[in-house]
């Protein structure tokens, strides 16, 4: 073990929610040991303000609730407490052992191992609730850079696996052996690329070999639980990076195959199409706007859908909006199996790409239904983005929808009543021709 002082100016409780703190003081005052641990403390030590307050503590999570009324206890696989502040929640786990049903816990309570562990024959962990101590704990954690614990009334930061000295030199390393560790839990390998992308730091060669190798074991992981590290890559700021890492480290076929199957054949447009959505992210995220995570994966499975629509209709000559519709339903149906969207994200989708014929088309009767739908202003953006990929022919179009939104009610009125009453291609384009 290696103690650090925590001299070190990064490391301020003024820059700790007062919330994490009060939680770890309850915990001491309660006769048990608690540590801000994880991303907290790596970030104070990169200088960046920590957003997330994970504490680690020898109380089991039956104790901790005990302590707290505002508890839940959440997770089967890990067992954890949640401690909710209002729309903040401090996250507190029990330190945890290796899993051998033999081995011996310095926690204070006895545990019934066979009920608390587990990993299946190829070695992946499908419990993790035997507790230990927190040199056990420290053993098993992801990566030596979130297996810092830092004690903030004592000033004291314990380091058992020179995640201090990584953070230095810039460098992400498994904790243990990595084709275990990752075998153990192949979401580790999309975390790796996630923090080597934000942090712009760089994962040890042989870990990266694995990553770059080992990609079949997310086939073992729930879509429900990739979908969710899919929008922790594309949504948390550095969506462009991470894009580009998981094409380096060749995860990114295994979150989305039919996208990549066009990237690998060399589609002109999807690449540009998908990294300026991420960019557009990127931005709105850095100065602190909300993003829809329907939009990105509208943008992910556009070509994809429009691949499978061109085929539909080559195939049955079918009307072309419920040919849409169709290929609408069939790529998110096809996704599912990989990257499972929440069905109220796959109608936003949906209704994303289903109105942009409307976009395109607008009449007396559909605008003023298109203006007012709660999907509008996606919609909308979802066409700037096309037009931004060489989509010209709808720049005039745009150009309208972009002015009935600055202008009061009353004109709005007249620009729809110079709207053709159908949606007729050749009077649509009269129309706007003039215009």
Same mark, same amino acid.
């Given at each position: 073990m290696t103690q650090i002082s925590s001299s070190n100016p990064l490391l301020t409780i003024d820059k700790i929610s007062?919330?994490?703190?009060?939680?770890?003081?309850?915990?001491?005052?309660?006769?048990?040991?608690a540590y801000l641990v994880g991303g907290g403390v790596r970030d104070m030590l990169l200088g960046l303000l920590p957003k997330d307050f994970d504490i680690a503590t020898d109380a089991t999570?039956?104790?901790?609730?005990?302590?707290f009324r505002n508890c839940r206890l959440i997770g089967r696989r890990f067992r954890l407490a949640h401690i909710l502040f209002g729309r903040e929640i401090i996250e507190v786990a029990t330190f945890r052992a290796n899993h051998e049903e033999d081995s011996?816990?310095?926690h204070h309570k006895p545990i019934d191992y066979r009920q608390h562990s587990g990993?299946?024959?190829?070695?992946?962990?499908v419990r993790d609730n035997v507790y230990g101590d927190i040199e056990e704990d420290a053993q098993r954690r992801d990566f030596s850079i979130n297996g810092l614990y830092f004690e903030p009334y004592s000033h004291t930061l314990i380091d058992y696996a020179n995640g201090h000295s990584d953070i230095e030199n810039k460098t992400i390393r498994v904790i243990g052996d990595p084709l275990q560790r990752f075998q153990e839990d192949p979401v580790r390998m999309l975390r790796a690329v996630r923090f080597s992308a934000k942090l712009d730091f760089n994962i040890e060669s042989q870990a990266k070999k694995l990553v770059q190798s080992q990609g079949h074991l997310? =086939?073992?992981?729930?879509?429900?639980? !990739? %979908?969710?590290?899919?929008l922790k890559l594309l949504q948390g700021g550095y969506g462009v990076k991470?894009? =580009?890492?998981?094409?380096?480290?060749? !995860? %990114?076929?295994y979150l989305f195959p039919s996208v990549q199957k066009l990237i690998e054949q060399k589609h002109e447009t999807i690449s540009p199409f998908i990294l300026q959505a991420l960019k557009n992210t990127d931005q709105r995220i850095g100065i602190g706007k909300t993003v829809n995570p329907a939009f990105i994966v509208s943008v992910l499975l556009w070509y994809p859908m429009l691949k499978l629509k061109s085929k539909l209709l080559a195939d049955n000559q079918e009307n072309e909006f419920q040919t849409l519709l169709l290929a609408s339903q069939e790529v998110l149906k096809q996704q599912q199996s990989y990257t499972a969207i929440p069905k109220r994200l796959g109608f936003m989708i949906k209704d994303i790409w289903l109105m942009q014929s409307r976009l395109e088309k607008p009449t007396k009767k559909n605008a003023p239904?298109?203006?007012?739908?709660?999907r509008f202003r996606a919609t909308y953006d979802f066409l700037e983005l096309r037009i931004k990929m060489g989509e010209t022919?709808?720049?005039n179009i745009f150009n309208w929808w972009t002015e009935i939104q600055e202008v009061d009610e009353g004109e709005q009125q007249q620009m729809m009543q110079k709207l053709p009453s159908n949606s007729s291609k050749n009077k649509r384009k009269k129309r706007f021709i003039k215009k």
């Open positions: 007062k919330q994490a703190l009060t939680v770890i003081s309850t915990l001491h005052q309660s006769g048990f040991s999570p039956d104790e901790v609730k005990s302590l011996h816990s310095s990993h299946t024959k190829d070695g992946m962990i997310l =086939h073992k992981i729930s879509p429900a639980r !990739l %979908f969710d590290e899919s991470c894009f =580009h890492a998981l094409q380096e480290n060749h !995860l %990114f076929s239904v298109v203006l007012a739908h709660k022919q709808h720049q």
